[in-house]
Structure formats: structure tokens, C-alpha cells
């Protein structure tokens, strides 16, 4: 299972994305379970709304921190996403 | 209160709402005290919307709705609503008996994230006679149900001697109702599981088998459904890290309204737990004798104190420490270092006797009955 560079990427309908004011970051919760995520994850995962591929988050991302050269590191995170259920291709 | 604001606590991030002991099920491994049928009084509705709100303020973020059964709560709905209002993620741990489609649907509007059945055994016989009540085909309805309506679901089985030998049909009955996790609980030997011990605890062999069965599977089933196994710590010989550390993380609130540390601590002595109809969630966390008597390393005693691998496991369980040595502030027997340990095996040996015997013990069923007279 790998990502798909040309489908758009949507957050796990079975998973919760949210910020946690106590601990000061988002988390991402599901049954009887949560990670906390570090900014850079986060950023990511709220742009996996199902109407964005790879290509179409990584550009938005360079743009939003005014950088370049995010694509390893962002499909890579994307992989891990998959592999643990957290974001869905159709 | 006794006890001193330790500013270092951690808050609570798991509240368990224990919102009754009553169950239309008897399963003689329930996770309730075996003298339950003595706490008849319930918390009212605004007493529980107030501990959620307490405990969410402080940092629970996760919410089991628990029991007994909960929803024998006819103000279920209106808690789940109000939780998710407060941001937490609300997990309801049932037995699937008496929730109808109309409720599933009731329930997700209301906010409910997810639904946890229970399923006692892969054929119809083994689940009722656990159960002690006719419920295995509407058990299955109800995964079904849950599913239809989107929610994730977690199917959880009890494994124990009556069932162990179903595994690989525990197995394909999960992935068959579509549960996108199944949790393989090995009982925990408290409460009612403790009483009846004899005749549940499976011996080494049947463990091992069944553990490589479920192994196998995790691996045919991956990205698809996930599988928890909850180890049988009578067969390790270290200790479980019981409850991430006591009073760091978790919180539990028993029907009526006293505040533990973890859902077993009702059995141990002189804890003098707190009740949430006196203080405040934030009280009990950081100031209770009870949150505060096995929080760090410092309560320790030997073989505990000096070993290099407290930080890892805490000493393990201070139930299981209470329960087999009697003593609530030794190292858990379970632990190979352990003065104890040797009761361990005393366990195994008893329970594999008995399963020879001809006239094997019968089980005790948890039921007001039986828990009028263990208590």
C-alpha cells in the first residue's frame, strides 16, 4: 500500500483530527487511542480533505512557509499516514 | 485532603465513566467489584455532565462510557452529546444487548465516535452460556449495525479457558462482521475473574497456541483490521506498566461517584477513595491520599527500589500485588524478582488440577445473587 501521487488524499472518515488546547498541539484520536502530532504533521494533515494530491499539498505547503524542496519529506509522512489508517484514496 | 499538590502531575487524558454496575449479562470475569450489589446508589445526570466538564478542562480528551451495561442509562444520549460538545472523543463499551438500530442512529447524532461489543465466544452455545443470557445473534446484528451506520468498530473477546480454543474461529467470525479492530483480551485475574480463576486461567500450551494463531493472522488481516492482544501476564516475567503509572493518566469514575485511579482499586485497602459529589476533579487528581499514594518511585519497596527497570513497569499492578501477597505495596508477583513470584505458578498448577478433576467447580456467575454473597 502506497501513496498514489495523482488521487487526491482525504483524512480517515474512522479517525479525528483536533487541537488540544491543554497540550498545546493537534492530536489525532480514534478508538481508544491518540497520537500527538508535531506542527509539520499537523500541517499536512489538514490539507488531506479529499480534494488535494500529493502534488497539490506539497505545493500549498512550500508556498505557506514561503520554502522549498518538501516533497520527500511530506510523501514520506504521507506513507506512514496511510500505513496507520490515518488518510484514505479512493 | 491529605496529600500534597505535587505541581508535576500529569493531567488526565482517559476518563472512564462507569455509569452503572447493572448488566443484563453474568460474565464471571466482569471487571466490576465482586460486591457491587452493594452500591445501589447511580450519580444523577448533572453530577456526570459536571465531572465531564472537570475532568475535559484538565485535559481528558479520550471517554470511555462504561459499566455494567451503559446503556441501561436512559440519559446515555444526552451524556454523549454533552462530551462531545466538550471536544472529547466518547467510546462506548458495550455488550450490544438492547441497542437497537434506532439507538445506533440516535447515539451518532448525539456524537458518539465509536462502539466497542463485546462477544463472549464464536459459536452461539459457548456465548450464551458466558454470558449467562441469550444474546449471541443479536450480538452479531448489532456489529453489523454499527458498521452500517459508519462507526468504527472494536469487537472485544474475553479469552479464557472455555474459549481459547476458538481462536481461529474468534478470528474470521471479527473480520466476517467487519470490525476494523479486535481486541484479544487474555482475562486479567481481579474481581470476578479472580474468584473464579480455576476455571479460567488456560495453561501454558493453550496460550502459546493461541497467541501464534492470533500472530498469524495479524499478518493476513494488515491494513485491514488491526488486532490488540492483551498479554496474560502470568505467563511473562515482568509486570504489566499498569495504567501507564499510577495516576498519570487515566480516571475512573465507579456508578456512584468515587474516583479511582484505575477501575480495580475499589478492592484494595484503606485507599479512601474520593467522591465527586465532595470535590472537584482537579481536587482528586492532584490532591487525594488515594491519586497520590502510588505516584512516583518513592512509595517503593524492595525488590522494586533498586531495580533498573522501575521507570519500565512502576512495580507493575498494586491489585495484583494486594490480591496475591496481600500486601498492596510489593512488587507485583507476576515480577521473576519477586519474593512471591512462586504464587504465580501456584496459580497455574491449581487451575490445571482443576481442569482435571472430575468434579470441576462450577463457574460463578456474576449476578446481584452471587455478589450479595462473595461480599
Same mark, same amino acid.
Given at each position: 500500500?502506497?501513496?498514489?501521487?495523482?488521487?487526491?488524499?482525504?483524512?480517515?472518515?474512522?479517525?479525528?483530527?483536533?487541537?488540544?488546547?491543554?497540550?498545546?498541539?493537534?492530536?489525532?484520536?480514534?478508538?481508544?487511542?491518540?497520537?500527538?502530532? !508535531?506542527?509539520?504533521?499537523?500541517?499536512?494533515?489538514?490539507?488531506?480533505?479529499?480534494?488535494? !494530491?500529493?502534488?497539490?499539498?506539497?505545493?500549498?505547503?512550500?508556498?505557506?512557509?514561503a520554502t522549498s524542496g518538501l516533497t520527500n519529506d511530506i510523501s514520506a509522512f504521507l506513507e506512514v499516514a496511510l500505513k496507520n489508517?490515518?488518510?484514505?484514496?479512493? | 485532603?491529605?496529600?500534597?499538590?505535587?505541581?508535576?502531575?500529569?493531567?488526565?487524558?482517559?476518563?472512564?465513566?462507569?455509569?452503572?454496575?447493572?448488566?443484563?449479562?453474568?460474565?464471571?470475569?466482569?471487571?466490576?467489584?465482586?460486591d457491587y450489589a452493594k452500591y445501589q446508589t447511580e450519580l444523577s445526570t448533572e453530577d456526570w455532565k459536571r465531572v465531564l466538564t472537570?475532568?475535559?478542562?484538565?485535559?481528558?480528551?479520550?471517554?470511555?462510557?462504561?459499566?455494567?451495561?451503559?446503556?441501561?442509562?436512559?440519559?446515555?444520549?444526552?451524556?454523549?452529546?454533552?462530551?462531545?460538545?466538550?471536544?472529547?472523543?466518547?467510546?462506548?463499551?458495550?455488550?450490544?444487548?438492547?441497542?437497537?438500530?434506532?439507538?445506533?442512529?440516535? $447515539?451518532?447524532?448525539?456524537?458518539?465516535?465509536?462502539?466497542?461489543?463485546?462477544?463472549?465466544?464464536?459459536?452461539?452455545?459457548?456465548?450464551?452460556?458466558?454470558?449467562?443470557?441469550?444474546s449471541f445473534q443479536h450480538k452479531k446484528e448489532v456489529a453489523h449495525l454499527v458498521k452500517k451506520h459508519g462507526y468504527p468498530m472494536? $469487537?472485544?473477546?474475553?479469552?479464557?479457558?472455555?474459549?481459547?480454543?476458538?481462536?481461529?474461529?474468534?478470528?474470521?467470525?471479527?473480520?466476517?462482521?467487519?470490525?476494523?479492530?479486535?481486541?484479544?483480551?487474555?482475562?486479567?485475574?481481579?474481581?470476578?475473574?479472580?474468584?473464579?480463576?480455576?476455571?479460567?486461567?488456560?495453561?501454558?500450551?493453550?496460550?502459546?497456541?493461541?497467541?501464534?494463531?492470533?500472530?498469524?493472522?495479524?499478518?493476513?488481516?494488515?491494513?485491514?483490521?488491526?488486532?490488540?492482544?492483551?498479554?496474560?501476564?502470568?505467563?511473562?516475567?515482568?509486570?504489566?506498566?499498569?495504567?501507564?503509572?499510577?495516576?498519570?493518566?487515566?480516571?475512573?469514575?465507579?456508578?456512584?461517584?468515587?474516583?479511582?485511579?484505575?477501575?480495580?482499586?475499589?478492592?484494595?485497602?484503606?485507599?479512601?477513595?474520593?467522591?465527586?459529589?465532595?470535590?472537584?476533579?482537579?481536587?482528586?487528581?492532584?490532591?487525594?491520599?488515594?491519586? !497520590?499514594?502510588?505516584?512516583?518511585?518513592?512509595?517503593?519497596?524492595?525488590?522494586?527500589?533498586?531495580?533498573?527497570?522501575?521507570?519500565?513497569?512502576?512495580?507493575?499492578?498494586?491489585?495484583?500485588?494486594?490480591? $496475591?501477597?496481600?500486601?498492596?505495596?510489593?512488587?507485583?508477583?507476576?515480577?521473576?524478582?519477586?519474593?512471591?513470584?512462586?504464587?504465580?505458578?501456584?496459580?497455574?498448577?491449581?487451575?490445571?488440577?482443576?481442569?482435571?478433576?472430575?468434579?470441576?467447580?462450577?463457574?460463578?456467575?456474576?449476578?446481584?445473587?452471587?455478589?450479595?454473597?462473595?461480599?
Amino acid at each position: 500500500m502506497t501513496v498514489n501521487p495523482d488521487k487526491p488524499i482525504k483524512f480517515s472518515s474512522l479517525h479525528r483530527l483536533q487541537w488540544e488546547e491543554a497540550q498545546q498541539k493537534y492530536i489525532i484520536l480514534y478508538p481508544e487511542g491518540m497520537v500527538e502530532l !508535531n506542527q509539520s504533521s499537523a500541517e499536512i494533515l489538514k490539507l488531506c480533505d479529499g480534494s488535494r !494530491n500529493l502534488a497539490q499539498i506539497v505545493s500549498e505547503l512550500e508556498l505557506k512557509f514561503a520554502t522549498s524542496g518538501l516533497t520527500n519529506d511530506i510523501s514520506a509522512f504521507l506513507e506512514v499516514a496511510l500505513k496507520n489508517g490515518w488518510i484514505q484514496q479512493n | 485532603m491529605a496529600g500534597s499538590n505535587k505541581i508535576s502531575n500529569t493531567p488526565p487524558r482517559w476518563l472512564l465513566a462507569e455509569l452503572t454496575y447493572a448488566c443484563p449479562l453474568q460474565c464471571p470475569y466482569c471487571a466490576n467489584p465482586v460486591d457491587y450489589a452493594k452500591y445501589q446508589t447511580e450519580l444523577s445526570t448533572e453530577d456526570w455532565k459536571r465531572v465531564l466538564t472537570q475532568a475535559r478542562k484538565m485535559g481528558a480528551v479520550q471517554l470511555g462510557f462504561s459499566g455494567g451495561e451503559p446503556l441501561t442509562r436512559k440519559d446515555l444520549p444526552e451524556l454523549v452529546k454533552h462530551a462531545r460538545d466538550l471536544g472529547y472523543y466518547s467510546n462506548l463499551i458495550t455488550s450490544g444487548y438492547g441497542l437497537t438500530e434506532e439507538k445506533i442512529i440516535q $447515539l451518532k447524532e448525539a456524537g458518539l465516535d465509536h462502539i466497542q461489543v463485546s462477544i463472549q465466544a464464536s459459536t452461539q452455545e459457548l456465548n450464551d452460556h458466558i454470558a449467562g443470557t441469550t444474546s449471541f445473534q443479536h450480538k452479531k446484528e448489532v456489529a453489523h449495525l454499527v458498521k452500517k451506520h459508519g462507526y468504527p468498530m472494536v $469487537l472485544c473477546v474475553v479469552i479464557h479457558r472455555e474459549n481459547i480454543h476458538q481462536m481461529a474461529q474468534i478470528l474470521e467470525m471479527a473480520e466476517e462482521l467487519g470490525a476494523d479492530y479486535l481486541e484479544l483480551a487474555n482475562t486479567q485475574y481481579y474481581g470476578w475473574a479472580h474468584a473464579n480463576r480455576d476455571l479460567l486461567l488456560p495453561t501454558k500450551e493453550q496460550f502459546e497456541q493461541a497467541e501464534q494463531i492470533a500472530q498469524a493472522y495479524k499478518e493476513k488481516v494488515a491494513g485491514k483490521m488491526k488486532i490488540y492482544y492483551v498479554v496474560p501476564d502470568f505467563y511473562e516475567d515482568r509486570p504489566k506498566a499498569c495504567m501507564n503509572g499510577w495516576g498519570t493518566t487515566f480516571l475512573t469514575i465507579a456508578p456512584d461517584g468515587v474516583a479511582l485511579p484505575c477501575h480495580s482499586a475499589r478492592e484494595l485497602p484503606g485507599l479512601d477513595c474520593p467522591n465527586i459529589k465532595d470535590y472537584s476533579i482537579e481536587e482528586i487528581w492532584n490532591e487525594s491520599k488515594a491519586f !497520590n499514594l502510588f505516584r512516583g518511585l518513592e512509595w517503593m519497596k524492595e525488590p522494586c527500589r533498586s531495580c533498573d527497570e522501575k521507570e519500565k513497569d512502576f512495580g507493575g499492578c498494586r491489585c495484583q500485588a494486594y490480591l $496475591l501477597t496481600g500486601d498492596m505495596y510489593n512488587a507485583d508477583p507476576v515480577c521473576s524478582k519477586s519474593p512471591d513470584h512462586a504464587v504465580i505458578q501456584q496459580a497455574i498448577d491449581s487451575a490445571a488440577k482443576n481442569a482435571l478433576a472430575a468434579d470441576e467447580k462450577p463457574l460463578i456467575f456474576r449476578n446481584s445473587k452471587n455478589s450479595r454473597l462473595l461480599s
